[in-house]
């Protein structure tokens, strides 16, 4: 895993902090309450999400594909035993060498959303099948994603019809709906225009195969997010109401499958009062972990505890280890009151999108992962 350490098996308590411990079993069970969710969905699980070997393993163990963003991706997945044939290259704008070395080693699949990226994928993995990505103006995503990548069905249809004549195979649509997705209805809009793009296609002699349906299944964080069922249920009846004949579906979860699993370790390195606000600096901050805290403004709210557990609260903002005025990850954290140095924090639902986020900002280590 690059520079990322590895904890020993060693009782939490003993092992210096920051640390993000990761339980398996929460993860499988996870991908279990989608696939029932979804059933006629392949899961392909963006790795992005948090890419430790271990939940690598145990995802393709639970019979999940795999979604990639480059070759460095794929080499993990393949020192873990997934064949490459299973894996989906979504990222739209990919690294010349990145797709000549995917395609070598047997990735077949690759989206696409401009013609130099057509010509790239042409040049580099010729005969390959592609997709192309729709953009999305879908709203209720808590973690806004969208924006840089994706073009409308008119544009879609033209880059189509030209990666047929340069001699690829016009596979399948994608989009993405955002991060996060607290809606459950935001699939339809998505997939009704995917099913206009697939009966323009169809006019022209091409047959769409594959609907990727994209990520953005939600995590429960401090407060309920809908249940995975009323998910599949909406994209069900999207997919039966839209599309003009059946084709794979798809889901790209990253989030939903790890949130949960995870649990971030820290310890208390100073607490002070500055005007109005009560501060508790951790030893691990947006820079070294956790990142989407400084991401979404500090709105996404990761639910925190203490080793103190105290009956009296005080409202903390709970801020990193690095001299950045912006290395804050949350205000107004009701925490024990007498919260002291050398205490430790637990920030829950952590697996996703932190220690794979991380830097080595101003010196301070990426927290090592504990299964």
Known sequence: MGLRRVLPRSAPDTVVTPFLRMDLGCVELAYAQLRAA???????????????????????????????????????????GVRPADVLFSNPVKVPEHVRVAYAAGVWRFAFDSDAELDKIAEHAPGAAVYVRLATAATGSEVPSEGKFGVDPRAAARLMRRAAALGLR???????????????????????????????LLSSGLRITMLDLGGGFPARYDRDVPDLAGYGAHIRAAAAKHLPYPVELVIEPGRALVARAGTMTASVIGVAQRGRRTWAHLDVGAFNGMMESLETGNQLRYPVSDSRSSPEKTLWSVTGPTCDSQDTMLHDVPLSADLAVGDRVFLHVAGAYTVGYASGFNGFDIPPVLC
């Open 170 to 200: 016009c596979h399948g649509i994608t989009f993405h709906v955002g991060s996060q997705m607290t809606d459950p209805r935001a699939w339809e809009a998505a997939i009704a225009n995917s099913a206009a793009l697939i009966r323009d």
């Open 38 to 80: 979804l059933p006629e969905a392949t899961v392909h699980y963006a790795m992005k999400c948090n890419p430790d070997r271990r939940i690598l393993r145990t995802l393709a163990a639970a019979g999940s594909s795999f979604e990639i963003a480059s070759a460095g991706e794929l080499s993990e997945l393949i020192a873990v």
